[in-house]
């Protein structure tokens, strides 16, 4: 294929990559973007059943690891309430902490964002 990168190839490249969610208490959609692909093409992504895991960190280790990755933010929408960093996810005994999450992962940064 001419024109067109392989994904390890995206991945080592100098653009910017983020790692966004959407968490639910049924699944949850994960996908890696670039600054250089934009929002409608993400570089990798994959959905989970949510009840499949402990907690949102080891389905996102589980994730990163199927990528070389150079993620090091990263965001989350929760269905559920989130103050202060922190989120439960509605029908999922799930607690996510912005600061935890990012150093269990470590990434620079993760953000939580009620997903309305």
Known sequence: MTGRKSI???MKAPHPLV???DVGGTKTDLAVFSAAGGLRAPVAQATFKSRDY???EAMVRLFLARI?????RAAFGVAGPVANGE????NLPWVIDERALADGLGLA????????
């Open 19 to 21: 790692l966004a969610g």
């Open 87 to 90: 989120a439960r996810v509605t």
């Open 68 to 72: 070389d990755s150079g993620i090091d």
């Open 54 to 56: 402990p907690g949102l």
């Open 109 to 116: 940064s993760v953000t939580l964002i009620n997903d309305l």
């Open 8 to 10: 390890p190839d995206i």
